[in-house]
């Protein structure tokens, strides 16, 4: 099944309601960037979206072997560097896994974590359509 998302941009700042269908979230720039700052910018939604990847799949492989873990957290930030070829993305990682694990076991889990569906999308060539125009509809 494809994935889906359909956003409306709101006229305050750079407000966008983006949804699936089923759950809504906001969207905005910084104010440095003329935002409100009222919602993730999408740089911390691609990120928001790989974080929870690598957590979900920690717990995943932990619930799957039976090992009991507390709190699973996450921290990731980015820096990008400007190249003669576009933008190179840094994307630092920390995750943090509480619970009476071995270094193997905590080892297997980081691993994972780096093998997650997000991560592998991100790491694979991308084909991104141009936009198409549409006619907004008058009501």
């Known amino acids: ?11 305050e700042g750079f407000q966008s309601i983006i949804t699936n269908g089923k759950h809504s979230i ?16 999408p740089t911390e ?12 799949t920690v717990r995943h492989i932990a619930r799957k072997k039976g090992w009991e873990i507390g709190n699973v957290e996450g921290a990731l930030s ?11 993305p840094n994307i630092s990682v ?7 694990l071995t270094d193997e076991q905590r080892a297997e889990l980081l691993y994972e974590s780096d093998h ?20 907004a509809e008058l009501v």
């Open 1 to 11: 099944m494809a994935t889906e998302i359909k956003i409306k941009n709101l006229p």
């Open 26 to 41: 906001v969207g905005d720039e910084p104010i440095h960037s003329k935002g409100t700052d009222l919602g993730l910018a």
């Open 45 to 56: 939604l691609v990120l928001a979206g790989l974080a929870m990847c690598k957590v979900a």
């Open 78 to 88: 980015q820096k990008v560097r400007r190249t003669e070829n576009g933008l190179t």
């Open 94 to 100: 920390d995750i943090t896994i509480e619970g009476d």
């Open 116 to 135: 997650c569906y997000i991560h592998r999308l991100l790491q694979s060539d991308w084909n991104i359509e141009s936009a198409i125009k549409q006619e």
